[in-house]
């Protein structure tokens, strides 16, 4: 009896050996097949295709100063301007374009008598889809307005970007602006959103 156990002890030790790569190259095998599975075979849900903002049309050289407009004044930084195209995006990738409504809304929750400026001034109003970041909306909404000289330094043009809240969401808003004589504004980047105020009035 002891001789028997003695000769199979080491037979059962060779057959661990000898199983236990099989089935460890079996298991490699059937994650590999599943990762190949997954990545081309199984059909992906499509990403919906990233919407390109309308591009801001605005002639800088056709007068669009205040001069000739009725209603409420408009003043950056104490500088009579006429608003003459405005932009709105919601903060964040993946949003559509806002509604009339939302718009609506947000323009008169954005500066007091907004919507009575929108009346008298008449602009073009565009709405993007959602962007990302502020300064990343800001750099595109400035690219966009392409103010002419430097940055609209010098001339009569300026535009302001920058933040707001409206029912708990976050909007981007850009403003191109025209004075009636040069003026030194150019570009004017709202860092916080209670500057808002402090850098357009109503009047």
Known sequence: MMANFDLSFPMLVLVGQVISPIL??????????????????????????????????IDPMVPSGPKSLLGPEVRIYNVPVRIVAIVVAQAGRGHDMISEETLRGLMEH????????????RPDVYRWPGQMSTRGFSQRFFTQANLPGHHGEGTPWTAVSGRVDYQGTGYLIGLVCCADDDNPLGQILVEQKQQWTDIIRIM
Not at 110 to 121: E, G, I, S, T
């Open 24 to 57: 460890l190259g079996l298991v490699i095998g059937l994650v590999v097949v599943g990762v190949i599975v997954y990545l081309y075979v199984l059909p992906k849900k499509d990403l919906p295709p990233e919407v390109e903002p309308v591009e801001i049309a």
């Open 110 to 121: 954005f500066l007091p008598q907004m919507m009575a400026v929108v009346r008298a001034h």
